[in-house]
């Protein structure tokens, strides 16, 4: 709470200023600010039939893809978890009953109303371990869900990635201890064009015209002021084009430049949203260089801007680098502190239910049945091995 109270004191010494950028840190910091870019990021899309189905069949490409298998999720950047705790929902819906998922988020407040809305939906899921964890992009590296690793899906849903500077390289340095196999779903807006382009230079007005008239996105951007700037007269808001400051080829920036006038001082003008759009095709070929191939892609045109959805699996794991040990500036893993959770205790018996409809079953059931199990202590891999040849074999004789 201490850096919450912190930011926002850095956020009313910026509004007292002379103008400048207001980072998304700042402005999340209050909480009616939070709440009003929250009812942005959640607005639903003019067809909520088409977004159901696009879930829907997202949720079954990843039940196809891992099976029965228990899968970790890891919603970063979360926000306050509503779409993330639909798609939990979703793959619950498909199957997967076995979820370990973990909310991530920078802002206390946010990942409170986050925890409490997934509490409140998955809570009562015997097989769902729920968790949160207040960290940025690049502190990930620095925890572990448990002592034995599963299958992992990352989620950074639309618009986060848009509001991340230099995106590619948070990206690598936020998911390098991601193993081979492991899923990851990023959302992003959709560019309308390459504004780089001479053919492309006429639709400018409309790469713009998203931004400046979302009611949802002005109450977010006007929000600060209307709270915190003492004899506000007006407020006058401008969308700006920017091609220079986006990583991947082919995207763009929308900013939105905001005019305060509160007389007697002179009018200010500040930056105070800044969001990057983004072409399928170059952000998966930006992706594919840092080791994640495109399974499956979506779109949703019924939103404005276009909302896409891209499914990505780890082909080749980060290569350590100099910079990534210690003394670098990337943070480096601890792997001896304890993980956010304990694994469940192995038990090697377990009740066992077994259908009575034919003869052998029922021979098999009372030869089980007799059997009195002990728990041994693992000594060694090769000890354990032979103990489970020995039970398959077992298995195979009374069978």
Request: hydrophobic fraction near 40%; charged fraction near 20%.
């Amino acid at each position: 709470m201490d850096d919450g109270l912190w930011t926002h004191q850095l956020l009313l010494a910026a509004l007292s200023g002379e103008g400048g950028y207001l980072a998304p840190s700042l402005l999340l910091s209050d909480p009616a600010c939070a709440a009003a870019f929250c009812a942005y990021r959640n607005r639903p899309a003019l067809d909520g039939r088409c977004e159901v189905g696009m879930w829907r069949e997202v949720a079954r490409v990843i039940r196809a893809l891992v099976g029965r298998n228990p899968l970790d999720i890891w919603a970063i950047a979360c926000m306050d978890g509503r779409k993330e705790t639909a798609l939990c929902e979703w793959l619950q819906a498909e199957g997967l009953s076995r979820l370990r998922v973990l909310l991530v988020e920078q802002s206390l407040p946010l990942l409170t109303s986050a925890f409490r809305h997934a509490l409140g939906r998955l809570g009562t899921a015997p097989e769902v371990q729920l968790g949160g964890l207040q960290a940025e992009l690049t502190q990930l590296p620095l925890y572990r869900l448990s002592q034995t690793r599963q299958r992992q899906l990352f989620c950074l849903l639309s618009p986060q990635l848009g509001l991340v500077e230099s995106e590619v390289l948070v990206m690598r340095q936020a998911l390098v201890n991601a193993q081979q196999r492991d899923l990851l779903l990023l959302g992003f807006d959709v560019a309308m064009g390459d504004p780089r382009s001479v053919t492309d230079r006429p639709a400018e007005p409309l790469l713009l015209h998203a931004d400046s008239t979302e009611p949802l996105l002005r109450a977010f951007v006007e929000r600060p002021f209307q709270l915190y700037v003492r004899d506000l007269r007006a407020l006058q808001i401008e969308a700006v084009l920017d091609v220079a400051g986006c990583a991947v080829p082919a995207s763009y920036a929308v900013e939105l430049q905001t005019t305060v006038t509160a007389p007697p001082r002179k009018p200010r003008r500040y930056a105070t949203w800044r969001s990057k759009r983004f072409q399928s095709q170059t952000l998966a070929a930006a992706m594919l260089t840092e080791g994640w191939q495109l399974l499956r892609e979506w779109q949703d045109d019924n939103q404005t801007p276009a909302a896409g959805l891209h499914l990505y699996e780890r082909t080749r794991p980060s290569d350590p680098c100099a910079s990534d040990g210690p003394g670098g500036f990337g943070p480096v893993p601890d792997w001896t502190r304890l993980p956010l959770w304990t694994d469940p205790p192995y038990e090697p018996c377990r009740e066992v239910v077994i259908p009575r409809g034919r003869r052998r079953l029922v021979t098999l059931c009372r030869a089980v049945s007799r059997l009195r199990c002990h728990a041994v202590a693992v000594r060694s891999p090769e000890s354990a091995s032979a103990v489970g040849k020995r039970i398959a074999r077992l298995a195979y004789l009374l069978l």
